[in-house]
């Protein structure tokens, strides 16, 4: 008995031993790799590509082969640096360079000035263009309100989508009220019934069914009660145009609002659950009905199973199901069929994942720490499909120092095959962290103000900026060639 408490004792002292000796860090390499960046680090990034084997079906053999010589030859590399220098604080640069074999054939410059970003470079032919920073302002530029119409909504959607998480925040905790009412509305739709599944365990059912007209009347209410909430309408007021608010946020609009949603083509929202004894949640079922190019959508969820049906016009359909999980490793396996009057495109997939831990080496000098993650999709047709089985693999690699001085590094692998053959195409990211650098200069005064000018201008002097770029760098890569 002694012998056995001195064997766990020295067991308890070896775990100790090792646990003291075992690296702990405060940040992961990723966590460390986005600190860096916004500590005045530069972001160095290549991106290379290359083909291998017999040309797939939708390229061409004379392309395939050209494919095959050019792609080593070249590299887009690209540099970032955001700058915390008390004189230019938050100025930003994000230079982008077409390389072969080590030559820069064309340079595109994005750089934050102010409140303004400038864009310029070779490729652009000696000229540069700027606009604001600021993506409300940019989105007022590119989507203006037409006199005699409404502002359109999505401009307000876009800056809804990128306006923060404070501002969610905010907005979440203001339509607390809502919420409330709508899960009163909701209760008053609901159906609960009690019975026995197929192996006699006692479930609850609850369907809810929203016909149209009762949609109709809660659209409109809940529309008087955020009108009239002042919380919800500064918060509003603050992404929108004086122009928007005027069309959008006047209480005196809500008779034109039931108007159109009277008018509006809708149809039953069913939403059915069904639970356990233990009131866990066993399946549920979403129909929504749409009118227009969707007819209605339909999503299910069952233990670890997922699936959705999308039925648009003209007979068109998808259908996709999903199943699976995990933690770390994670696997989950599903089908596909998108169907329309005159074809199906239809199969299964399998998508694996393994989520690496940290690893630790100390006589890697510079990358002690090291994390793999890995992701392969297996994609299988039906029996007489024409596209083949394939797989895609993605690697993604972090590298990282025993101090968080150390430069970080981020590389992903991307590998496509099709199965049976030897095609093969890659595509490497190689990123890493390292001392600023200086940011070239620009004179935010000098360039094109684009949001100085009419939208159908600006349009215009887009589409030919785009044009230049693409003929400068064809120009530059067959001189090379040449």
């Known amino acids: 008995m002694k012998k056995a408490i001195c064997v766990m004792v020295c067991c308890a002292l070896t775990l100790c031993?090792?646990?003291?000796?075992?690296?702990?860090?405060?940040?992961?390499?990723?966590?460390?790799?986005?600190?860096?960046?916004?500590?005045?680090?530069?972001?160095?990034?290549?991106?290379?590509g290359a083909v291998e084997g017999t040309a797939p079906s939708f390229v061409s053999n004379e392309m395939w082969?050209?494919?095959?010589?050019l792609l080593p030859e070249y590299a887009v590399e690209g540099t970032y640096v955001l700058s915390k220098a008390s004189k230019t604080l938050h100025d930003e640069q994000t230079r982008v360079m077409v390389k072969?074999?080590?030559?820069?054939?064309?340079?595109?410059?994005?750089?934050?000035r102010d409140d303004r970003y400038v864009l310029s470079?070779?490729?652009?032919?000696?000229?540069?263009?700027?606009?604001?920073?600021?993506?409300?302002?940019?989105t007022q530029m590119l989507t203006p309100v037409e006199e005699g119409q409404w502002p359109t909504p999505m401009r307000i959607a876009l800056v809804m989508l990128t306006a923060g998480e404070e501002w969610w925040a905010q907005l979440d905790a203001a339509l607390a009220p809502c919420y409330a009412a709508m899960t009163e509305w909701v209760m008053d739709y609901t159906a609960v019934s009690v019975a026995r599944d197929e192996n006699g365990a006692l479930c609850t059912r609850s369907v809810v069914t929203l016909d149209a007209d009762a949609v109709r009347e809660q659209?409109?209410?809940?529309?008087?009660?955020?009108?009239?909430?002042?919380e919800i309408m500064a918060l509003l007021e603050e992404i929108m145009t004086q122009e928007e608010a005027r069309v959008y946020l006047q209480d005196g609009m809500i008779p034109l609002y039931?108007?159109?949603?009277?008018?509006?083509?809708?149809?039953?929202?069913?939403?059915?659950?069904?639970?356990?004894?233990?009131?866990?949640?066993?399946?549920?079922?979403l129909t929504l009905p749409f009118a227009g190019a969707v007819e209605k959508v339909q999503a299910t969820q069952s233990g670890g199973q997922w699936g959705l049906n999308v039925r648009f016009g003209a007979g068109t359909q998808l259908h996709f199901t999903l199943q699976g999980g995990g933690t770390y490793s994670r696997a989950y396996t599903g089908t596909f069929a998108w169907e329309t009057a005159d074809q199906q495109v239809s199969?299964?997939?399998?998508?694996?994942?393994?989520?690496?831990?940290?690893?630790?080496?100390?006589?890697?000098?510079?990358?002690?720490?090291?994390?793999?993650?890995t992701l392969q999709l297996l994609l299988i047709p039906d029996e007489g499909q024409s596209f083949p089985a394939q797989t895609l693999d993605v690697t993604c690699r972090l590298i990282g120092g025993a101090s968080n001085q150390n430069a970080s590094r981020l590389n992903i692998a991307f590998e496509w095959r099709p199965q049976g053959t030897d095609t093969c195409i890659t595509f490497n990211y190689k990123s890493y962290t390292a001392q600023t650098i200086a940011q070239l200069e620009v004179d935010p005064d000098m360039a094109v103000q684009?949001?100085?000018?009419?939208?159908?201008?600006?349009?215009?002097?887009?589409?030919?900026?785009?044009?230049?770029?693409?003929?400068?760098?064809?120009?530059?890569?067959?001189?090379?060639a040449q």
């Open 65 to 69: 082969e050209m494919l095959k010589k």
């Open 17 to 48: 031993c090792a646990c003291a000796g075992a690296k702990t860090f405060e940040f992961s390499i990723f966590e460390v790799l986005r600190r860096q960046i916004d500590t005045n680090s530069s972001y160095r990034v290549q991106l290379t």
């Open 121 to 138: 470079g070779d490729l652009l032919g000696g000229q540069s263009m700027a606009f604001a920073r600021d993506m409300n302002a940019l």
């Open 258 to 285: 039931d108007e159109l949603l009277s008018g509006a083509q809708l149809g039953d929202v069913v939403l059915e659950r069904s639970y356990d004894a233990d009131g866990n949640l066993l399946e549920q079922m």
């Open 450 to 480: 684009l949001d100085a000018g009419e939208p159908s201008e600006v349009w215009s002097y887009l589409i030919s900026a785009g044009q230049t770029i693409w003929a400068n760098l064809l120009d530059a890569v067959t001189a090379v």
């Open 100 to 112: 072969r074999s080590g030559e820069t054939l064309g340079t595109l410059v994005l750089s934050g």
């Open 219 to 230: 659209a409109g209410n809940m529309l008087r009660m955020m009108l009239t909430n002042p």
């Open 347 to 373: 199969g299964s997939f399998m998508l694996t994942a393994e989520l690496g831990m940290e690893q630790y080496d100390e006589t890697n000098t510079g990358r002690e720490r090291s994390q793999t993650h």
